[in-house]
């Protein structure tokens, strides 16, 4: 599976952006998707993670109430619409996939199997 991350950019702080990771599985409805960051200096951490079933999602704290995952499964397309950015969402973020329809989000980078190349989000103060 090849993974696309795009829509970041640069935006004032409290502002939005929305990043879609598109695949080139046809069958990527049956995949668990997660997206993770990394800002300079940092560790890679979860941001948000949707299983094969939609309405099942899971948040890094940081970002509850902020952030929003969805899919597309007719575009095979996974969304992350953020809102109200901070200075601290400043980061490479990344997409990742893995097969499987468990219910389990995973937060953890070890329980994904394929990963995009990441797309730049900087938020000016």
């Known amino acids: 599976v090849q993974l696309q991350a795009s829509g970041g950019g640069l935006v004032q702080a409290g502002g939005s952006l929305k990043l879609s990771c598109a695949a080139s599985e046809r069958t990527f409805s049956t995949y668990t998707v997660g997206w993770f960051r990394q800002a300079p200096g940092k560790e890679r951490e979860f941001v948000a993670g949707i299983g094969w079933i939609a309405s099942s999602t899971d948040y890094a704290n940081s970002v509850k109430g902020r952030f929003t995952v969805s899919r597309d499964n007719a575009k095979n397309t996974v969304y992350l619409q953020m809102n109200s950015l901070n200075s601290e969402d400043t980061a490479i973020y990344y997409c990742?996939?893995?097969?499987?329809?468990?219910?389990?989000?995973?937060?953890?980078?070890?329980?994904?199997?394929?990963w995009g190349q990441g797309t730049q989000v900087t938020v000016s103060s």
């Open positions: 990742a996939a893995r097969f499987g329809k468990d219910l389990e989000i995973g937060v953890q980078l070890h329980q994904y199997d394929y």
